[in-house]
């Protein structure tokens, strides 16, 4: 998939900020011109232009349906800078440009029921499924992982909203309240569906119990919102057919990194494997699949690539770009 995101930017106005903890800021957002904002569904998320080179994307947190978008923000130091520049920079009148919204971790509504499961920051698009999912009377659980009742946020409306389908789990509680995902998966019906977003070692423990409990791959849902990828390697060529360039790949290079020095510009987002914007198509050679965005089943097809992340096997391939 490459990014349409330059055709279709809103700009948009923050409507409402709320600092709900220590952390994280909960920002609503309409259009600047008063206009509708593009429809969305439980799971989407958005782009947000923080700056020129910097786009970050956040899941939707409000009930698909409602007027605006509500994004959760974790200012989080560890990051590249996306979030820390949101919490500093957007207050309520301040205008944003966005992308429309996208969704590739869409609900399956045929699942008899649906285990909601997220970690930190990755409650967001769990909040927007769990709206989805009471809306259409359809049976779930959500589940909210987090180190303490004072880092997390969204909590009076959880409980609003859910009551007795919300359980929270807080690192700080001990035993009794830790998530048990085999637990979950045995109690639940046949045909149950679970999604999970959080830290990228809460959803690998998570997604892992859950196949070890039986869990069959297809009923188990995940986004990543980062990923720490090593981009290093041996050193490989790419030629790049559109363009009619060939680089060379250096052992500590990225194929975007080469391609951008030769004068090809690719399309990115996340630069970290993890939002699709810079899938390309391959034409000749092995990958080595270093992204968390393409499936198992695709990444086994070696004839799509990430060109922010992943390498190369073989020592040449050729990119439709
Ligand atoms: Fe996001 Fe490559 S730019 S996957």
């Known amino acids: 998939m490459t990014s349409t995101m330059s055709n279709s930017l809103i700009d948009a106005i923050v409507t409402r900020r709320e600092d709900q903890t220590d952390e994280i800021a909960v920002f609503e957002l309409a ?70 919204p996208r969704n590739h971790f869409p609900l399956d509504m045929d699942a008899t029921h649906s285990l909601l499961i997220g970690g930190g920051i990755g409650i967001t698009p769990m909040i927007a499924m769990a709206y989805a999912l009471k809306a259409a009377g359809k049976s779930f659980e959500l589940h909210y992982c987090s180190r303490s009742e004072s880092k997390a946020a969204f909590l009076v409306e959880l409980e609003r909203a859910f009551g007795e ?41 998570v997604i892992e119990q859950a196949r070890g409990a039986g869990l069959p791959d297809r009923q ?13 390697g041996e050193a490989f060529e790419v030629y790049a057919q559109i363009s009619d360039v060939t680089v ?48 198992d089943d695709e990444k086994a097809d070696n004839d799509q690539i990430a060109l922010c992340c992943s390498r190369a096997k073989s020592a040449r391939l050729v990119v439709d770009i």
């Open 248 to 295: 060379q790949v250096g052992p500590n290079q990225s194929i975007s990194m080469a391609l951008k020095a030769a004068g090809v510009k690719v399309q990115m987002s996340c630069e970290e494997g993890v939002c699709g914007t810079c899938i390309c198509d391959v034409l000749e050679g092995i990958p080595e699949h270093r992204d968390r965005f393409l499936t």
């Open 220 to 232: 188990i849902h995940f986004e990543y919102f980062s990923a720490e990828v090593d981009v290093s």
């Open 31 to 100: 259009a600047a011109d008063g206009s509708p904002l593009p429809a969305f569904e439980a799971g989407a998320h958005i782009d947000v232009i923080v700056g020129p080179e910097l786009i970050r994307q956040y899941s939707l947190c409000n009930a698909p349906g409602s007027a605006g978008y509500r994004l959760g923000i974790l200012n989080d130091p560890g990051s590249r800078g996306g979030s820390r520049q949101i919490h500093a920079s957007l207050e309520e009148g301040s205008r944003v440009q966005i992308g429309a």
């Open 165 to 205: 389908r919300l359980t929270l789990h807080f690192d700080d509680a001990g035993e009794a309240a830790r998530l048990d995902p085999p637990q979950l998966c045995r109690a639940a019906p046949p045909g149950t569906h679970l999604y999970v977003c959080g830290p990228g070692g809460f959803m690998d423990w």
